[in-house]
C-alpha cells in the first residue's frame, strides 16, 4: 500500500494533516532528536468522542467549568506532537522538532524525562474502549513515516504512556492492540 504521509526531519511537519498550533512546547534539550514514540490516549470528557475539548486542552481554552471533569485538569499546561481522532484525521499541534509536554515523569529504557526525546501521539479513545480499525491504519502509516524521518526510532522505540510512567498512567490501555499495530508495521 502507498504510504500517503511524509515527515520532514527538518521542519518536523508531517503531511497531510491539520494544523492546530499549541503554545505548550519548547526546545529540546541537546542532542534534540527524537529517539522513541509514546502512544496515549485521550478523551474528553472521558468517555466522549468527537467534540473540539482536546484542541481546546492543548490551546489552553478548554473552559475548564463546562464539565466537572474538567476541574481535575484545570490549568494543565499539556500538549501531544500529533492526534488521531476516531475516524482517522490527523492534527499535529507541535512539530516533532519541538518538545510537545505529554509524558510527565517519565522514563524509557533507564533515560528520563522522555518529552525530551520522544515524540507524543495522541489516540483519542480510553483505556477499555477498543480503537478504530481508522486509527490503526491511519498509525500503521504514520509510524513508517516517522522511522524513516528519524532512524534512531524503530517499532522497538514505540511504547505506551502506561510503559514510561507505570503506576502513574494507563493509556493507552488494554483496549489498545499493540499485535495489531505490529502485525500492520510488518514487525512480530
Ligand atoms: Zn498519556
Not at 512546547?25 to 490516549?41: E, S
Not at 485521550?42 to 463546562?66: Q, V, W, Y
Not at 520522544?118 to 491504519?137: C, M, P, T, V, W
Amino acid at each position: 500500500m502507498q504510504n500517503t504521509f511524509e515527515v520532514s526531519p527538518d521542519t518536523g511537519l508531517i503531511e497531510p494533516a491539520m494544523r492546530c498550533h499549541s503554545p505548550n512546547q519548547d526546545a529540546r534539550p541537546p542532542p534534540a532528536q527524537p529517539a522513541m514514540v509514546v502512544l496515549h490516549g485521550i478523551s474528553l470528557p472521558p468517555g466522549k468522542f468527537g467534540g473540539p475539548e482536546i484542541e481546546a486542552l492543548f490551546t489552553n481554552t478548554l473552559d475548564f467549568d463546562a464539565h466537572p471533569y474538567f476541574g481535575e485538569i484545570r490549568d494543565l499546561k499539556v500538549s501531544a506532537h500529533i492526534l488521531i481522532r476516531r475516524d482517522g484525521s490527523l492534527v499535529q499541534f507541535v512539530p516533532f522538532t519541538e518538545r510537545a509536554w505529554h509524558a510527565g515523569e517519565s522514563c524509557f529504557r533507564g533515560q528520563s524525562c522522555c518529552n525530551d526525546y520522544s515524540i507524543g501521539i495522541e489516540l483519542e479513545g480510553e483505556d477499555e474502549n477498543a480503537y478504530d480499525d481508522r486509527q490503526y491504519q491511519v498509525l500503521q502509516q504514520i509510524l513508517p513515516a516517522i522511522f524513516a524521518a528519524y532512524p534512531a526510532i524503530t517499532a522497538r522505540e514505540v511504547a505506551g504512556h502506561c510503559d514510561i510512567a507505570p503506576g502513574r498512567k494507563t493509556d493507552p490501555g488494554p483496549a489498545f492492540d499493540w499485535l495489531r499495530l505490529y502485525d500492520g508495521l510488518g514487525t512480530s
